[in-house]
C-alpha cells in the first residue's frame, strides 16, 4: 500500500506531538509528581510510535518505544523525572524532530539511533542518584504566579472541521491585495474629489468600510497566538541554565496574545537574544546570589500584554543589572562617544550603548554571548517592524527590556508630515502628540533648542535638519508646527513644515539600493501615484 498521501498529515502530526513532548518535560522538571503531566507524557511518545509503525518508519518507532518505556517506569512510581534522563528525553525529542524534518523533505538521510536508544534504555535512577552532586533546585509553577486562574498547560485538542490550514504564502498574498485594494480606494477618492463626482460619494464610503472589515478579516487570519514562538523558550532557558550550572525559574506571561505573523517571525530572534545574555552574564550563580542576600534560584520573566493597537513584550530578571556611568566610561575607552557626549547622556541613553556593535558588558567570551553581536542586533530588529525598545536597568537588581510592537506592520495608519517640497509619514504609534508654538516657547537650553510639556523639557530637532534639506527662516510671531515623538521610552519633538493629514497606508518594504536608507523603513503609494516614505523615528532621533 503507498503510504505517501498520508506522509504530510503524520509530519503535522508528529511535531505537534513532539512541541507539547518538550514542552511538557520542561514543566515536570518544576512539578516532578504531577501524574497529569506524566500520563500526557506517556501518551505523547505512545501516539509517536504508533503513527510511526503505520508508516514504516522504524528508526523512529524504536526511539519512541525506548522513551515510552523510561517514561512508564516513571508513570509506575518507579522513579522520579530527575535531570539526567530528563536531558536524554529531550535529546530523543530533539532527535525525532530531525528525523521527521527528514521525512518531510524526503530526503533519505538517517541518523544513528543506537547510541542513544542504548543510553535511554540503561538508564539506572540509582546509579545517577548516586553520582548527582546537585538536587533539582525547587521551582513555582511558570504561570502561577502571574496569573493564579491558568491551567498548568494545556492538552490536545481535536481538529475540528470549523478550521482549515492556509499556506502562509496565501495569507501575505492577501494582505497585498488588500493593501493594493486601499492604494487605489485613495486614488478613486482623489479622482472623485477633482471631477466633483457627488454621485459616487455614497458607493466611495461603502467601498471604504467594506475595504476597513476587509482588512481586519485578513489581519485576523494572519494572528497567531505568542505561544507558537514562546514553546521553546522554556526549554531554551533550561537547556542555557544547565549549560551555566544556574538554577533559574522562567516564567511567562501573555502567551495566548495574538499579534502579526510578520511581527512574531521579526521578534523571535531578538526573544532569544535577551534571554541568552539574561542566563549567562545577566544572573549570577546560586552561590553569588547567596552571598548579596537574594535566593539562590534567579527568575527571568517574560510578560506580553495587549494596549490598544500595540503589543508590549518585556523581559525581566533579578540579576546582576547594570550601572550606567560604567557603560559611560567603557563607551569612552573604546571611542565609541566623546566624554562631552557622556557628560549629557540620559540613563536611558547610557543604556542603549548597548546596541551598539560591538560592546558588551560581558566580562568574558563563552559561546552563548558577550561578542557583542547581539543587541544591535534586536535594536534593528525592533526598528525594522516600526517598534521602539526601551532598556532599564538598576545595579544589582536586575534589568528589564521592553519592546513596543505594532499589532501589524503592512497597513498602517500615519500622519502625513511636509517639509517643504518633500512628503513623509510617520508612524502613528510613534507620534505622541502634535502641537504648534511660537518662537518664544523655543528655548537654546544647553545649546539644543527645547519646548517645555507638561513642565518637562523635551529636545527639539529641525526634521529638514535631519533630512538634510535647506532650513527655513521663520517670520517672528510665527507658528511653529511641532510633533512629538515617543522614542524607546524618552521624548523628542520634530519641528516641521505642517501636517498634511492623517491616512492609513499600506507599507512596501524597501530593497537594495533604497534599504540602505537612514531615517525610513518603508514606503507607500499616495492616491494621486507618488512614493511616499515611511519614518523610522528612531533613526531620525
Not at 543506537?114 to 535511554?120: S, W
Not at 534593528?380 to 521592553?402: N, P, W, Y
Not at 527655513?472 to 510671531?477: L, M, P, V
Request: proline share 4%; charged share 25%; net charge negative.
Amino acid at each position: 500500500m503507498d503510504m505517501s498521501p498520508y506522509r504530510d498529515l503524520f509530519v503535522s502530526e508528529a511535531r505537534n506531538h513532539l512541541s507539547a513532548f518538550g514542552k511538557l518535560i520542561v514543566h515536570l522538571e518544576k512539578s516532578a509528581s504531577d501524574p497529569t503531566v506524566i500520563d500526557e507524557l506517556f501518551r505523547h511518545a505512545h501516539s509517536m510510535k504508533g503513527m510511526a509503525a503505520t508508516m514504516d518508519y522504524e528508526q523512529i518507532v524504536a526511539l519512541a518505544h525506548t522513551m515510552e518505556n523510561q517514561l512508564s517506569r516513571i508513570r509506575s512510581g518507579e522513579f522520579q523525572l530527575q535531570p539526567a534522563i530528563a536531558d536524554l528525553l529531550l535529546e530523543g525529542s530533539d532527535t525525532l524532530a530531525r528525523l521527521v524534518s527528514a521525512i518531510e523533505s524526503g530526503s533519505d538521510a538517517s541518523e544513528d539511533t543506537a547510541g542513544l536508544i542504548e543510553r535511554l534504555a540503561a538508564f539506572d535512577p540509582t546509579a545517577e542518584a548516586s553520582h548527582s552532586s546537585q538536587e533539582m533546585p525547587p521551582h513555582k509553577e511558570a504561570d502561577a504566579h502571574l496569573n493564579p486562574s491558568a491551567a498548568p498547560h494545556q492538552f490536545r485538542e481535536t481538529d475540528s472541521l470549523k478550521s482549515i490550514r492556509i499556506k502562509t504564502e496565501t495569507l501575505d498574498h492577501l494582505v497585498n491585495i488588500t493593501g493594493e485594494l486601499i492604494t487605489n480606494r485613495h486614488r478613486l477618492a482623489e479622482a472623485i474629489q477633482l471631477d466633483g463626482a457627488g454621485e459616487c460619494r455614497e458607493p466611495l464610503n461603502q467601498l471604504t468600510a467594506l475595504l476597513r472589515d476587509l482588512r481586519d478579516e485578513v489581519f485576523k487570519a494572519r494572528m497567531l497566538p505568542f505561544d507558537v514562538i514562546a514553546e521553546r523558550l522554556p526549554r531554551l532557558v533550561r537547556d542555557l541554565a544547565r549549560k551555566q550550572g544556574k538554577d533559574i525559574d522562567f516564567k511567562l506571561a501573555g502567551k495566548d496574545i495574538e499579534l502579526d505573523r510578520a511581527i512574531l517571525e521579526g521578534i523571535s530572534e531578538p526573544i532569544v537574544h535577551i534571554l541568552r545574555n539574561a542566563v549567562d552574564h545577566g544572573l549570577e550563580t546560586a552561590d553569588e546570589r547567596t552571598l548579596t542576600g537574594k535566593p539562590g534560584v534567579g527568575t527571568i520573566t517574560l510578560t506580553v500584554c495587549r494596549d490598544k493597537d500595540h503589543v508590549e513584550i518585556s523581559i525581566d530578571d533579578d540579576g546582576r543589572g547594570m550601572d550606567a556611568e560604567q557603560l559611560k566610561l567603557k563607551a569612552v575607552d573604546r571611542g565609541i562617544i566623546t566624554p562631552e557626549q557622556a557628560a549629557r547622556m540620559t540613563q536611558q541613553d547610557a543604556y542603549q550603548l548597548i546596541s551598539t556593535p560591538g560592546f558588551s558588558t560581558a566580562a568574558t567570551v563563552t559561546d552563548i554571548s558577550g561578542r557583542g553581536v547581539g543587541m544591535d542586533a534586536v535594536r534593528e530588529a525592533v526598528h525594522a517592524l516600526v517598534g521602539i525598545l526601551t532598556i532599564h536597568s538598576r545595579t544589582g537588581q536586575g534589568s528589564r527590556f521592553v519592546m513596543r510592537l505594532p499589532i501589524s506592520v503592512s497597513i498602517i495608519n500615519a500622519l502625513i508630515i511636509q517639509c517643504g517640497p518633500f512628503e513623509i509619514a510617520f508612524p502613528l504609534n510613534a507620534v505622541s502628540r502634535t502641537m504648534e508654538l511660537k518662537l518664544s516657547a523655543v528655548s537654546e537650553g544647553t545649546g539644543c533648542p527645547t519646548i517645555m510639556q507638561d513642565g518637562i523639557p523635551i529636545p527639539l530637532r529641525s526634521l529638514r535638519q535631519a533630512l538634510n534639506l535647506p532650513a527655513r527662516s521663520e517670520k517672528e510671531g510665527a507658528l511653529v508646527t511641532v510633533v512629538v515623538c515617543d522614542v524607546g521610552g524618552t521624548f523628542l519633538a520634530f519641528s516641521v513644515d505642517s501636517i498634511a493629514g492623517q491616512q492609513e497606508i499600506f507599507v512596501r518594504p524597501l530593497r537594495s539600493p533604497l534599504s540602505h536608507l537612514r531615517g525610513v523603513s518603508g514606503a507607500t503609494i499616495t492616491g494621486d501615484g507618488r512614493v511616499l516614505f515611511v519614518a523610522d523615528v528612531s533613526a531620525l532621533a
